[in-house]
């Protein structure tokens, strides 16, 4: 089990990469705001929750992991292409910057053999808080943010 270790200094640069607003555009060119990038991470944590998605137990493929609890979500109305993209960049800049390394692709963090349910569930909930915290709210979009569920 890999613990992910958030120290003052790597929340500090994480926190200060999701202040910049040109980090907040989803595909489709629209701001979108921190609160629908919680919710669509909260959603798919949730999801792998309740349905037992432990990377351990699930091959690579197997439409048990992160990724298909990403895009069940997206499938779901709970969240949309622009959401799910902007988990993608929230969920890469928490890992990198708690492993270290220049690169973290998700996915394949996430479906690595010594991946548990629970350093998952952790990622997700830390880049969702972080969405929560840092992420653009409506006010600051100047009525041009792409909130889940809404085009």
Same mark, same amino acid.
């Given at each position: 089990?890999? +613990?992910?270790?958030?120290t003052?200094?790597?929340v500090?640069q994480? !926190?200060? #990469?999701?202040? =910049?607003?040109?980090?907040?555009?989803?595909?489709s060119?629209?701001?979108?705001?921190?609160?629908?990038?919680?919710?669509h991470?909260?959603?798919?944590a949730?999801?792998?929750e309740?349905?037992g998605w432990?990377? #351990?137990?699930?091959? &690579?493929?197997?439409?048990?992991?992160?990724?298909? +609890?990403?895009?069940?979500t !997206? *499938?779901d109305?709970m969240g *949309?292409?622009d959401? #799910?993209f902007?988990?993608r960049?929230?969920l =890469?800049?928490?890992l990198?910057?708690?492993t270290g390394?220049p690169?973290?692709?998700?996915?394949?963090w996430? =479906?690595?053999?010594?991946r548990?349910?629970? *350093?998952?569930?952790? +990622?997700? #909930?830390?880049?969702?808080?972080?969405a929560? =915290?840092?992420?653009p709210? &409506?006010?600051q979009?100047?009525?041009?943010?792409l *909130? +889940?569920g809404?085009g």
């Amino acid at each position: 089990m890999t +613990a992910l270790l958030f120290t003052d200094t790597l929340v500090e640069q994480t !926190r200060r #990469q999701l202040l =910049e607003r040109d980090v907040w555009y989803g595909l489709s060119g629209l701001l979108v705001t921190g609160e629908s990038v919680a919710r669509h991470l909260t959603a798919a944590a949730d999801l792998m929750e309740r349905k037992g998605w432990d990377p #351990q137990l699930y091959a &690579p493929f197997s439409g048990h992991h992160l990724r298909d +609890a990403l895009t069940s979500t !997206r *499938d779901d109305g709970m969240g *949309d292409a622009d959401t #799910q993209f902007m988990a993608r960049a929230v969920l =890469e800049a928490v890992l990198r910057l708690s492993t270290g390394a220049p690169y973290v692709d998700y996915e394949v963090w996430s =479906e690595h053999p010594v991946r548990t349910l629970d *350093d998952v569930l952790a +990622a997700c #909930q830390t880049a969702a808080a972080l969405a929560l =915290e840092h992420g653009p709210g &409506p006010a600051q979009s100047g009525g041009k943010v792409l *909130d +889940a569920g809404e085009g």
